[in-house]
Every structure is written in structure tokens, then in C-alpha cells.
């Protein structure tokens, strides 16, 4: 299976359209691309926590032992 081009496209458009109708496509569409920017807001948030808690390996050692 190839990528998708412009005639599939326009089958999945037409269908949708055919289910849901002209006037739930907008707010459909706004909704999921809620959806995927909470999502990307989400893993950004994770991966910075992830790499807050560990030292950069750059930094030089810490040699001073109290």
C-alpha cells in the first residue's frame, strides 16, 4: 500500500461528508485538531520532565565532596 493521494482523499471527504453532513464537518475537524495539539502539548510536556530530572552528560563532574 502506497501513500494516499488526492482521489482517496476525495473518497474519505465525500463519505464523510455523506455521514455526517455539511454542518458537523467544521466543528469535527476543529475538534481532532484539538485533540492533536493536547496530544503534542502532552508529549512535550512528558519528554521535558523526563529530561529535567537527568544531568546534561556535558556538564563537567561535580568533584567537590562535602
Known amino acids: 500500500m502506497g501513500p494516499i493521494g488526492l482521489p482517496e482523499l476525495l473518497v474519505i471527504g465525500v463519505i464523510a461528508l455523506l455521514i455526517f453532513g455539511p454542518r458537523?464537518?467544521?466543528?469535527?475537524?476543529?475538534?481532532?485538531?484539538?485533540?492533536?495539539?493536547?496530544?503534542?502539548?502532552?508529549?512535550?510536556h512528558f519528554t521535558d520532565s523526563l529530561t529535567a530530572d537527568r544531568p546534561d552528560p556535558r556538564d563537567p563532574p561535580d568533584d567537590r565532596r562535602p
Not at 467544521?26 to 502539548?41: A, C, D, N, T, V
Open 24 to 44: 458537523k464537518l467544521p466543528e469535527l475537524g476543529r475538534s481532532l485538531g484539538q485533540g492533536i495539539s493536547e496530544f503534542k502539548r502532552a508529549t512535550t
